[in-house]
């Protein structure tokens, strides 16, 4: 102990028993003090050394660091300039809330306001440190009862819990408190001010995000004029009688499509992908290498070699003929779904059943023209390479009517007859589509109206970005949507299940003596290897983090066995999960985990202190959660700097798969990305993180005040990376317009009523009973407070208000609609031909009719092709081999551009 006192009480005057327990506590322990101590020395020379070496690198390799101001696609105003070695730090800082939401998108400044809540809940938090530290401190009775025995002599009972803690950081914690004490109650003042605050800011955020989120939804991106319609009713299923349908509604339609199963001809384009790589860098290694490629079949008279770029020019025409054949079935089949159906609806006397099914069917004037939609001409390219051509128009645009009351029999038994002649899978209509309108106006009042009068029938949403559409999501039934969630659930309760193992023992780390009560065998190794002991307790928090890591991978499994249509709606999901994993497995079972095992000892020898010893250990988990915030903070933002797991994946890039030309060195190989290609941020991990960070700040600030000072910190860290890496790393494609925002502010009040009923449990184990039943309207109120924001405030975020539609559109009447068209089309209907960029489709073409066109025997020497990127090392030159020297297209980077795991290169 300190000094000669212990709280100004001599120690002459202490049992000998209590002083030599104290002193051996002090010398034998890993204390509290000393683990978090060490934690930070370690994990924090760690960061500022991978941060010096990210100062020096970011200049010299620009394209890794600081991509965004070398490429010409993503430079912006606030990254083209990367401001010198060291200014960039307070650079960053200068930019504004708005210059952030224009340049880096919605969802950027969302999560770097997020990280500014951070800040102002652990600054409150500090406030409130002021006079919990204090309270904490002194708030231990050391002496508990003094009672006088028969002979007169006073006899005093010290409070053991006082006496046995002498580590500084469970000092100023509120397990030093001895029971019953009045300085229970700067606990439930700490949590009143901590939760009242954490609520102001709530509504000052909600009125920033719902400003900004009504500028989002206005702006001119084509899934904010578009709805996704699921379990359409047989009588709207087909592209007109869709359209036709909103159209009647005053509601202007620029294309309505209906989805339909392609699975065959979404397997031929992805073997047509593969068959286009192979012939690419079959061409490049004859114009590079001056090699002719051959390629080894097993023929009817065993392996013989080929000519691989006329091998796979001939596999290419054979596929590029058999998806244009495909598509062109599609659209046949189409035209004679629209003739059926238009049959139908001309006719006066409709199927009753129909009738009883829809009591308001729709009904088209005489002169409503009916216009079978053709996909675009000059269609949208896949990757780099060019379209020969696209499904062009073709049929009439009105069919003439059939007679009167044989139109319904006769479209059924069309139809009918269609399936059977042309096969099931050739375009089977799904029950689902895309509307996309000319005004915001008309796509918001889609979004909230009913359509049909039976539930689940006729459903409308907003639609997601085409780019972040699951197409094979797209169609499911309501029934197979409801299943495929349940069982997605399940999965996710039994791996949390499972998960509590791995963490359960990890976290007995941190508590070594422990440890080796419940595990004999460890005793002996610690007592021949003194460093094992802090070892394992630094050990702990690495696991937890490494641990952590492998989350997304898997519940990203199970969130899309959900059904999910697009991104927006996967990465929301995915984000409860993530959240309520950390919360239950990081902080529940890692706290109620190292609770137990610390006091496991207390409960075999008497199990009558079992509560007194679960209000002091739980406080004091609090060393553990300091212990996961540094690891994780400190290392994973010096290791996001460096980019470390982008770069080693570059690096590997630069040695496997195709790198004869630039072009080549630029493309993804098997999932891996070379250092040119653009990065999303992963926003579901990271908003998880932060629910994780605001459940242990929220707790602990008002227990273990020093815990506010941690957090603090790494929010400030956090804050210093992301905007440097929102700024000048990430692009902004998978921007959702903050959608993870709602998810995220509901996560963080479900935080705040844990953390009430947790703490109300914690001040009545020290039966402080007065101070904890007045947290009991503090609860009350959060919930009123819930309530009331779930009423409305979460609404008017989710549509932008029918009064700012008419605005934007009334100011947009002269705007070109040409970016609406066409944009959700199928990817596999949308190019019937595709050719590689490095080659005339001339001579694709003529390869792939001539065996020998390429006049040369097939028997020479020459490299012997295995697929992309996996030639063989011998070949022989070739001179007669005419190398084309204008095929490249150049990579849209800047001057000398440096980057590590791509080499220099000169593309100015």
């Not at 290498?289 to 796979?312: L, S």
């Not at 595990?519 to 002996?524: G, I, Q, R, S, V």
């Not at 002269?814 to 080659?839: S, W």
Request: charged share 20%.
């Amino acid at each position: 102990m300190d000094g000669l006192t212990y709280q100004g009480l001599d120690q002459s005057l202490l049992p000998s028993r209590l002083l030599i327990e104290a002193e051996v506590d002090d010398v034998g322990d890993v204390t509290s003090t000393k683990v978090i101590a060490e934690t930070f020395k370690i994990y924090g020379s760690v960061f500022l050394g991978l941060f010096a070496l990210f100062i020096v690198l970011r200049s010299k390799f620009p394209l890794t660091f600081t991509y965004n101001s070398r490429s010409l696609k993503y430079m912006t105003p606030l990254s083209k300039d990367r401001h010198g070695t060291f200014n960039w730090i307070y650079k960053i800082f200068k930019f504004t809330d708005d210059e952030i939401f224009q340049h880096c998108g919605m969802s950027a400044i969302v999560y770097i306001r997020f990280l500014r809540l951070g800040l102002k809940v652990s600054g409150v938090g500090i406030l409130c440190s002021f006079f919990l530290i204090p309270a904490n401190l002194y708030g231990c009775n050391l002496i508990e009862d003094v009672t006088q025995a028969w002979n007169g002599t006073d006899g005093i009972k010290y409070n053991e819990t006082c006496l046995g803690i002498t580590d500084n950081v469970r000092k100023v914690s509120f397990g030093h408190l001895s029971d019953s004490s009045n300085s229970a109650f700067a606990t439930t003042v700490a949590a009143y001010v901590m939760f009242g605050s954490a609520m102001y800011f709530i509504f000052d955020e909600f009125e920033w995000f719902t400003k900004k989120r009504h500028e989002f939804l206005t702006s001119q991106r084509c899934d904010n004029y578009s709805v996704y319609v699921e379990h359409i009713p047989k009588e709207y299923q087909t592209d007109d009688k869709l359209k036709a349908y909103f159209e009647q509604l005053n509601l202007h339609v620029i294309d309505a499509k209906m989805v339909r199963d392609i699975e065959m001809l979404e397997k031929k384009v992805a073997e047509r992908e593969s068959v286009l790589d192979s012939l690419e860098h079959a061409v490049n290694i004859r114009d590079v290498k001056k090699v002719e490629p051959t390629i080894t079949k097993i023929g009817k008279t065993g392996p013989m070699k080929r000519n691989a770029i006329q091998n796979y020019s001939k596999e290419l025409n054979s596929l590029n003929e058999d998806i244009s054949s495909y598509v062109d079935k599609v659209a046949k089949k189409k035209q004679k779904e629209e003739e059926i159906e238009y049959t139908y609806e001309a006719g006066t006397n409709p199927p009753v059943d129909t009738i009883a099914e829809n009591p308001f069917p729709i009904v088209l004037k005489e002169d409503t023209p009916l216009i079978v939609d053709s996909l675009k001409e000059d269609s949208m390219k896949k990757g780099h390479r060019k379209g020969a051509s696209s499904l062009s128009a073709f049929g009439k645009k009105a069919f003439e009517t059939a007679k009167a009351g044989v139109g319904g029999a006769v479209g059924g038994v069309a139809s009918l007859a269609l399936n059977m002649f042309e096969g099931e899978d050739l375009g089977q209509v799904r029950d689902s589509g895309f509307v996309t309108f000319s005004s915001l106006l008309a796509a918001n009042q889609c979004t909230q109206s009913v359509h049909y009068a039976v539930p689940f029938k006729f459903v409308t949403t907003r639609a997601p970005r085409p780019e972040d559409i699951v197409w094979t999501n797209i169609g499911k039934s309501h029934k197979e949507q409801t299943v495929s969630k349940f069982l997605a659930q399940v999965a996710t309760a039994a791996t949390c299940l499972f998960w509590t193992i791995p963490v359960s023992f990890i976290s007995s780390f941190s508590e070594v003596e422990n440890l080796t009560a419940l595990l004999p065998f460890l005793e002996k190794s610690i007592e021949k290897n003194p460093w094992l002991k802090e070892f394992l307790a630094m050990i702990a928090p690495l696991l937890l983090v490494i641990l952590t890591s492998l989350l997304p991978a898997i519940l990203t499994v199970f969130c899309k066995k959900e059904g999910h249509i697009g991104s927006d709606s996967l990465n929301a999901s995915l984000l409860y999960k993530l959240a309520l994993f950390m919360i239950i497995q990081i902080f529940f079972v890692q706290s109620i985990s190292g609770s137990i095992f610390e006091s496991l000892e207390v409960m075999l020898q008497d199990n009558t202190k079992i509560i007194t010893q679960l209000a002091e250990s739980i406080p004091g988990q609090a060393k553990s959660f300091i212990q996961f915030v540094q690891v994780q903070n400190f290392l994973g933002c010096g290791l996001e700097l460096l980019r470390v797991p982008r770069v080693v994946m570059a690096l590997i890039r630069n040695k496997v798969g195709p790198n004869l030309t630039e072009e080549e060195k630029a493309k993804p190989f098997l999932g891996i990305l070379p250092m040119s290609e653009s990065e999303e941020l992963d926003y579901p991990m990271l908003f998880a993180e932060l629910i994780l960070y605001f459940m242990i700040n929220l707790v602990y600030s008002s227990i273990a005040p020093i815990i506010s000072y941690i957090m603090f910190l790494a929010f400030l860290v956090l804050t210093l990376v992301y905007r440097h890496q929102l700024i000048y790393t990430y692009n902004r494609e998978n921007d959702d317009g903050g959608q993870l925002w709602a998810s995220a502010i509901m996560l963080f009040i479900t935080c705040m009523l844990i953390s009430e009923v947790v703490l109300i449990g914690i001040v009545l184990l020290k039966k402080a009973f007065i101070a904890g039943m007045l947290l009991i309207p503090l609860i009350i109120i959060t919930f009123l407070f819930t309530g009331y924001i779930k009423q409305q405030h979460f609404r008017v975020t989710v549509f932008a208000p029918t009064t700012l539609c008419a605005s934007v559109d009334k100011a947009n009447i002269d705007m070109d609609l040409g970016f609406l068209k066409n944009k959700y089309v199928q990817p596999a209907l949308n190019t019937k031909d595709e050719y590689p960029d490095n080659i005339a489709i001339e001579d694709v073409k003529a390869y792939g009719n001539n065996e020998d066109a390429l006049g040369r025997d097939n028997e020479t020497d020459d490299v012997e092709f295995l697929g992309a990127g996996l030639e063989t090392s011998t070949f022989e030159p070739l001179d007669k081999i005419e190398t084309n020297t204008n095929v490249m297209k150049p990579i849209e980077h800047l001057g000398e551009v440096k980057s590590l795991g791509s080499g220099d290169f000169d593309d100015g």
